[in-house]
């Protein structure tokens, strides 16, 4: 032991400091120990994406519905969708979601919707029950609603345009664009065919459209960005399916000369 050691003010300074250590160090373990268990539970964003939302109503055979996209901020879900009732347009999403219970409310031109159900386990629909006072859009209604998420486009695809005009094998890519809130996200992509034609309708374009719930829209241009065709025709509209897997519709292509003067047919697609 030194000399300043052993003086009484240097042993009653080193033990306060020990001492104002070890309390420190035990408050230190309890605030972590006792942290972690006083958080409550996350909501993760499982409403976040594509939605198709199918009213059922009680007496009528008429389903309406609805497809578009949510977000989901905690608890707070957010969005647009395409109205599926007796008014076209679009029509706002708000609503709440802590893990197991759902409520959301769309805003049909002044006439609200309200839905209420449970987030179900495994691969079952969302559902639940709905109702409506008499508006713009329609008269009182009650019943059920079910909604079925759609996965997102994303890489390549193959498949068939079949017509009597040629049967060709396409290839080529969509992506699906970011999910904003709005009632549709935007696709792209491109296209190759190859196959015997009467008329050559299609050998490579790029591809630009929209989806919302299972339908797609979308157009085909050339090089110097003219529209050359789309998907679909109004006689049969392209659906894909919710696991984004497939499409199936229909197609068309403009006029390319007098003796080439359009083409109509069916679509199949696959992904991949």
């Known amino acids: 032991m030194t000399r300043w050691e052993s003086l009484p003010w240097v042993e009653s300074r080193a033990t306060a400091i020990a001492t104002l250590l070890l309390l420190l160090?035990?408050?230190?373990?309890?605030?972590?120990?006792?942290?972690?268990?006083?958080?409550?539970?996350?909501?993760?964003?499982?409403?976040?994406?594509?939605?198709?939302?199918?009213?059922?109503?009680?007496?009528?055979?008429?389903?309406?519905?609805?497809?578009?996209?949510?977000?989901?901020?905690?608890?707070?879900?957010?969005?647009?969708?395409?109205?599926?009732?007796?008014?076209?347009?679009?029509?706002?999403?708000?609503?709440?979601?802590?893990?197991?219970?759902?409520?959301?409310?769309?805003?049909?031109?002044?006439?609200?919707?309200?839905?209420?159900?449970?987030?179900?386990?495994?691969?079952?629909?969302?559902?639940?029950?709905?109702s409506t006072i008499a508006g713009a859009c329609g008269g009182n209604s009650t019943g059920t609603w079910t909604a079925i998420q759609v996965k997102p486009l994303a890489g390549a695809f193959h498949g068939t345009f079949t017509s009597l005009n040629a049967t060709l094998t396409v290839t080529g890519t969509l992506t699906q664009g970011a999910n904003i809130g709005a009632s549709t996200a935007t696709v792209s992509g491109n296209i190759t065919a190859t196959g015997t034609a009467i008329c050559t309708y299609l050998t490579s374009a790029s591809?630009?459209?929209?989806?919302?719930?299972?339908?797609?829209?979308?157009?085909?241009?050339?090089?110097?960005?003219?529209?050359?065709?789309?998907?679909?025709?109004?006689?049969?509209?392209?659906?894909?399916?919710?696991?984004?897997?497939?499409?199936?519709?229909?197609?068309?292509?403009?006029?390319?000369?007098?003796s080439c003067f359009g083409d109509n047919g069916g679509v199949q697609l696959s992904f991949p």
């Open 25 to 130: 160090g035990v408050t230190i373990v309890a605030e972590v120990g006792c942290g972690g268990g006083s958080k409550p539970a996350s909501v993760t964003g499982l409403l976040q994406g594509n939605w198709q939302i199918t009213l059922i109503p009680h007496g009528s055979t008429v389903q309406p519905v609805y497809t578009g996209f949510l977000l989901q901020r905690g608890p707070n879900v957010s969005g647009s969708v395409i109205l599926g009732d007796g008014c076209s347009g679009v029509g706002t999403v708000t609503g709440k979601f802590d893990g197991q219970n759902v409520t959301l409310g769309i805003q049909e031109f002044g006439q609200d919707i309200s839905l209420n159900g449970t987030m179900p386990s495994g691969s079952a629909s969302l559902s639940g029950q709905y």
């Open 207 to 258: 591809i630009r459209g929209v989806i919302s719930g299972t339908v797609l829209n979308v157009d085909f241009y050339d090089s110097k960005g003219n529209i050359i065709g789309q998907i679909p025709t109004t006689a049969q509209p392209a659906l894909l399916t919710p696991d984004a897997t497939s499409l199936s519709g229909s197609y068309s292509f403009g006029a390319i000369s007098g």
